[in-house]
């Protein structure tokens, strides 16, 4: 690794991954609904196609289409920890697996899928290059198209955050810094250390930003570049991607994208 | 973990992967569950067939002990009970469309073949063990049956 590069995923370490560590099974229990957009994707495949979910966190993708294979993977840095959080909901659906792996270095075999999904990953990435890296690995994962200008290769699906949402709660828009750190509030945890009871889980409220802070809440920071509008296409070009559809739904850019044949 | 995986995991290290000898992954140390699911799904299955690295699969079937596969692949008739799928060809030839095409999945029952390879692809499952390159030698730990690709950061 370059020493910018090195640098890059350090920081990702500290301001994303252990962070997502911390918050899993909060954030988890709040993220249960499938994206529309998403989930017609993956029902409008053709039966048997074989893909990838990179950064599937609680796995909710995996139990929208049983007719397909998907290979739902995600990070997290402590593997004692990993087993019990995330991939864990992941493995239960089937016929789909779960395996944990980094979105930069995925045990697959470069052009073998169907399709791939990156929903919510990319935009944790820190630096431009990362970037551009992390949509060629969810691309390298495509089957190429049959021929020149055709588009009957693998498809991708590719989600990120935008930095236009002014009517969200967050409310930035355009002209607003892209490189923002995104708090998280666990709120009224009264107990230290990991064995807790259910029922105190249950108890435990989320709540984001603007909530009145107590003595025991805890904030969290997640890093997030915020996607301006075109650049998601734009990386998606640089890496050697055809973009086929794009647009923008409920605070977030979208792409559908095949990898482009270099004859 | 499905033995299904196996036909889609490689060495995550990228130098790596031009190389034939990265896939399969050879278990190593492995302890075997079979996780009984409710139905044989055929239609997946007849679909799936295609996608199967046939070869790489009997040398990972052997390598954990397993009942030798058989040498060529099952065709996607071989998946078919004959007399599920005869009957309903007949009753259905004045039919046209996908109606009668979808009638016909439906009352297909999966043969003995098709139950045979929906035990090994889907219901067996890596416990506990080792996933190894065969290029660079790295082993992947599986854990409660999860593989963890994690690089180490030299190896990134």
């Not at chain 1, 899928?113 to 992390?134: G, K, N, Q």
């Not at chain 1, 666990?186 to 009871?197: A, D, T």
Request: glycine fraction near 6%.
């Amino acid at each position: 690794m370059a020493e910018s590069d090195t640098q890059g995923a350090d920081y990702e370490e500290q301001h994303v991954h252990s962070v997502y560590e911390q918050i899993a099974s909060h954030f988890s229990s709040t993220r249960y609904k499938p994206w529309p957009i998403v989930e017609r994707f993956l029902q409008e495949l053709p039966d048997g196609s074989v893909g990838a979910d990179v950064g599937c966190g609680n796995g909710k993708y995996l139990a929208v289409n049983r007719n397909i294979f998907i290979v739902g993977s995600d990070r997290y840095a402590l593997y004692q920890i990993l087993s019990t959080n995330l991939i864990k909901i992941a493995k239960q659906h089937q016929p789909h697996a779960a395996i944990v792996a980094d979105s930069l270095s995925l045990p697959h075999p470069a052009h073998s899928f169907d399709f791939a999904i990156s929903i919510a990953v990319i935009h944790h990435l820190s630096t431009p290059a990362r970037r551009v890296e992390a949509v060629k690995a969810v691309l390298d994962l495509l089957r190429p198209p049959s021929a020149e200008g055709s588009r009957d290769g693998g498809k991708a699906l590719i989600y990120v955050w935008a930095l236009e949402q002014k009517d969200s709660r967050r409310g930035w828009d355009e002209g607003h810094e892209q490189d923002v750190m995104v708090p998280w509030v666990m709120k009224g945890k009264k107990e230290k250390g990991s064995k807790k009871g259910k029922g105190q889980e249950e108890r435990d409220q989320v709540v984001e930003e603007g909530a009145v802070k107590q003595a025991e809440d805890k904030t969290f920071l997640r890093y997030y570049h915020l996607y301006k509008k075109g650049e998601l296409e734009r990386d998606i070009e640089e890496a050697g991607g055809e973009v086929v559809q794009a647009g923008y739904e409920k605070d977030n850019w979208w792409a559908v994208a095949v990898l482009k044949r270099t004859n | 973990m499905k033995l299904l995986t196996l036909n889609f995991l490689t060495c995550a290290i990228k130098t790596c992967k031009t190389s034939p000898a990265s896939f399969p992954l050879h278990p190593r140390d492995c302890e075997l569950e079979v996780v009984e699911s409710e139905s044989v799904n055929l239609p997946f299955l007849k679909n799936i067939l295609p996608r199967l690295m046939w070869d790489e699969l009997r040398v990972i079937a052997d390598e954990l002990g397993l009942p030798a596969l058989p040498s060529t692949p099952p065709t996607r008739d071989d998946l078919v009970e004959p007399s599920s799928s005869s009957t309903t060809t007949i009753s259905h030839a004045q039919n046209a469309g996908n109606a009668a095409e979808g009638q016909q999945q439906a009352e297909e029952k999966p043969s003995q073949t098709a139950r045979d390879l929906h035990r090994v692809l889907l219901e067996t499952c890596i416990k506990e063990g080792k996933l190894v390159c065969g290029n660079c030698g790295h082993e992947y730990k599986v854990m409660e049956g999860v593989a963890n690709f994690l690089l180490p950061g030299h190896l990134v």
